[in-house]
């Protein structure tokens, strides 16, 4: 896998609003990684395979409370890199999992379960929303 290029995810110009290059994620698929601006140290890895990278990604940065709350990170103090754009879903999702395992992030490995439970040879491309639901 090429070198991550990870950037501030606010826009420069005007820090009210998301960097152009997150913008511009809308519709796309792909895999992200968020890091500790400061210290370098990876937090998160997460994935979009719905064509919804923008909303998976910018909902870091936003309030969540309720059920499907999620892991939050201040936006000025971390940096994001993407990579596997427009991939297939099945690409994206084995691409996050083989990151995951390299970068063993905090949020991922020490906030979720399931990736023992990971079947790498099943046709990712065939799996439905229904295949990833969690059973509570």
């Known amino acids: 896998m090429a070198e991550l290029r990870y950037r501030w995810v606010f826009d420069s110009d005007d820090p009210t609003y998301y960097a152009p290059w997150v913008r511009a994620l809308k519709g796309r698929n792909g895999v992200y990684t968020i890091r500790d601006a400061e210290t370098g140290e990876v937090l998160y890895v997460g994935e979009s395979h719905t064509e919804r990278l923008y909303a998976t990604l910018t909902?870091?940065?936003q309030s969540w409370d309720g059920?499907?709350?999620g892991t939050t990170y201040d936006r000025f103090a971390v940096e994001v890199?993407?990579?596997a754009l427009d991939s297939s879903r099945g690409d994206v999702i084995r691409q996050q999992v083989a990151?995951?395992?390299r970068l063993s992030p905090y949020d991922n490995v020490h906030h979720q379960q399931g990736l023992?439970?990971?079947v790498p040879d099943a046709d990712l491309d065939e799996l439905t929303?229904?295949?990833f639901m969690d059973e509570w």
Request: hydrophobic share 40%.
């Open 81 to 83: 890199a993407t990579c």
């Open 129 to 131: 929303a229904e295949d």
């Open 99 to 101: 990151m995951i395992g």
């Open 67 to 69: 059920y499907t709350a």
């Open 116 to 118: 023992t439970d990971w």
């Open 59 to 61: 909902r870091h940065f």
